[in-house]
């Protein structure tokens, strides 16, 4: 296919780490896509993670490496070896590419695709979250709509790029408001209030793209998809009891996040198709949901509770036994 | 790969904790409660930090928390039934696989940037240091304390000769080694 165009260092090295054969799987995805018109020439972008020479086993979360190659048809090459950042990102493994050009004000791949789906998200209320919204966000930044190849999943792509952009957001407005809350510049909210807001606050960014919003929840239970769009919600879910204050390192983080989940997940549902005027129905919905969890909560800590003093209760008349009977003497 | 690390440590120091509770709860009023108890105090005073250090950086407990519980306090109480020596054999045997994994978490880290991580090695170092102060303490304890006909027999001051020991020490630390591959992931 295009061995011509690999560096052959890399490819040995890249055996040794023995992660090639993902490459390799991606690039035959990449070759038999085939371009629509003949001026157009393929974009090739060697990309390089230092993850494949790196026997780091970073638990955040790493693309699968991936062996692309663009060159932009009609833009200057940006050829610049592209690492993915990550906690033990060794500098001296970094691959650099055949050409020698770093990098400057040259785009990387991923910059290009963002840029392309975030115009493409204007598409949506007319094509649907399709490979056609995408298509129109290429042409509208001036490149062909054959670039939707660049995009595996398609659809897929452009929702799990919406879905990023919403969590980022969520993530920089919770860390504003806790910024305040340190600085003494605002009250800190109860957990329950601030669950609702920030979950209301999440649910509004899909106010949009309402509409269409169904499609896009049945593209991310995609099998394909099901990885990426669990792991996006995990994090909104972590991000969200973080801010909250959870720091809990037992059951209870498990518990919490679970219940986020489906306190998010069932609202979202309530959402789509509520037609109450500025979702009225929805917020009223997701109180409930909210005071559910804290009414049950509270019931579990007094069942402990009782418990608690139940054993004691026992206890105490167990060692009167003991005393009456003798039996509690010291070894 | 910190996570990871952080996540195991903090699961064996939670199991570490039971362990003594399960021995503290058969041997309790005996003569050798003042010496688990002190052992006890520092393991919680080990599991506080990595509690701190878990809600730092975010990470997550492992999932098999309410397992180490049970299996826990089971291995310590178990242990303790066996007497005074089978409690010290079993948290001798235990503390031996803790030190072991957190030297070899101090070599990876040593290996991947020791100024980068100073601060975590110091910390892995300080209670490997500790959980070795146990297996010591408690060496003597079997030896000379508990034992002492053995080793007058043998003129040998290996816990191995000790009929049963070998065979307790090989399932305790294959389950550690479990245990421990287990954190990790899940």
Partial sequence: LCCGYWDMAALIRGLRAGRVLRGLGSVAVQGTLSPQGSNVRRAFHRTILLQLVNDSKSDTSVPPPSYHEVHTAGESSSSSAHGESSEDAQPNTSFQDQSGEHGEDYETEEQLQARILTTALEFVPQHGWTVEAIAAGAETLGLSSASTGMFNNGAGDLVLHFVTQCNAQLAETLAEQNNKVQLGQAESKKTAEFLRDAVETRLRMLIPYIDTWPQAMSILLLPHSIPDSLKHLSTMVDDIWYYAGDRSTDVNWYTRRAALTGIYNTTELVMVQDSSPDFEETWAFLDNRIKDVVNMANTAKEVQATGESMVQGLMGAAITLKNITGMNQRR | ?186
Avoid at chain 2, 51 to 74: D, H, M, Q, S
Avoid at chain 2, 86 to 114: F, W
């Fill in chain 2, 1 to 186: 790969m910190l996570h990871r690390m952080m996540r195991v440590d903090h699961a064996g120091e939670y199991g570490a904790n039971r362990i003594y509770a399960g021995q503290m709860a058969v041997l309790g009023r005996t003569q050798i409660s003042p010496l688990i108890q002190e052992m006890w105090d520092q393991e919680k005073q080990h599991l506080r930090k990595f509690n701190e250090i878990l809600a730092e950086n975010r990470v997550r407990p492992t999932l098999l928390l309410p397992l180490w519980n049970i299996a826990g306090f089971a291995l310590g109480a178990g242990s303790a039934l066996l007497g005074k020596e089978g409690a010290m054999a079993c948290t001798v045997a235990v503390e031996e696989s803790i030190s072991e994994h957190y030297n070899s978490q101090i070599r990876t880290l040593m290996e991947k940037d020791p100024e980068k991580y100073t601060e975590l090695l110091q910390l892995i170092k300080e209670f490997r240091d500790d959980e070795m102060e146990h297996h010591d303490q408690l060496i003597i304890e079997i030896l000379v304390f508990a034992l002492p006909f053995y080793v007058l027999l043998t003129h040998d001051p290996s816990l191995l000769q000790v009929p049963g020991y070998q065979l307790m020490k090989a399932i305790i630390q294959v389950g550690c080694k479990a245990a421990i591959y287990i954190s990790e992931r899940l």
